[in-house]
């Protein structure tokens, strides 16, 4: 299977601190995304970072991604109880169609 | 809102029946895909439709099947309902901007099979 692990399957952290998720992959990418999902809900698109980069920023979120260890990690600064939610990373093979090989994801809690 | 819409939002059957599920996607997007989500196997790709034309297939059973439709919306029919099939079903559409493709996702059809 070309689905991503994440790491860890759990995180729970006090409002205002930091919180750092890892995500590996196997093959190949053009792209790898990040989600959030509340509780069962839809999937919210947060950043794409393309193979090409190092690192991304966006608000309080940053991504890096190192393809030649086939990993990425998103650091979520200054966190918010409503940042309690699951993430997800996902990824856009280098060839082949477009479709997302998401990751297993972290499940997120922070405490206020 | 993605602005991306899924009906219905639940749905609950039996084993054995058959059901359809609708996405509609966002304005002028003319790729959808359908992924499925479920305690156990995770978020899977399932299928991707391309202005009517099926265009990419994942972990899709045969018992599933999709169709777009010429006004773009889609429809995956899921038959011979097995309690394992209950889980949340997810549309996306996509645009492709500046050589990615990024895509937007319903809400969701939740589907118990009891």
């Known amino acids: 299977s070309q689905q991503g692990e994440e790491d860890p399957q759990a995180l729970s952290i006090q409002e205002g601190e930091n919180a750092t998720m890892n995500c590996s992959y196997k093959?190949?990418?053009?792209?790898l995304q990040w989600y959030r999902q509340n509780s069962g809900r839809g999937l919210v698109h947060l950043i794409l970072i393309r193979s090409n980069e190092r690192e991304k920023h966006s608000g309080r979120l940053r991504v890096t991604l190192d393809t030649s260890k086939k990993s990425s990690s998103l650091l979520i600064t200054a966190s918010r109880a409503a940042d309690t939610a699951s993430y997800f990373c996902?990824?856009?093979?280098?060839?082949?169609?477009?479709?997302?090989?998401f990751g297993t994801g972290t499940r997120l809690t922070v405490i206020p | 809102d993605s602005g991306v819409t899924q009906t219905p939002k639940h749905l609950i059957t039996a084993t054995g029946q058959r059901v359809t599920l609708r996405c509609s996607p966002r304005s002028g997007d003319l790729s959808v895909y359908w992924y499925q989500q479920s305690l156990d196997q995770g978020l899977q790709f399932l299928i991707q439709y391309y202005n009517g034309e099926e265009r990419a297939k994942g972990n899709i059973l045969e018992r599933f099947s999709a169709q777009q439709f010429p006004d773009l919306h889609s429809e995956l029919n899921l038959s011979s309902l097995e309690l394992g099939d209950s889980a949340l079903y997810f549309c996306?559409?996509?645009?492709?901007?500046?050589?990615?493709?990024?895509?937007?996702f319903g809400p969701g059809t939740r589907l118990t099979v009891l």
């Open positions: 996306a559409s996509s645009v492709f901007l500046a050589g990615v493709n990024e895509q937007f």
């Open positions: 996902a990824t856009v093979l280098q060839t082949g169609a477009n479709n997302l090989f």
């Open positions: 093959t190949s990418i053009n792209n």
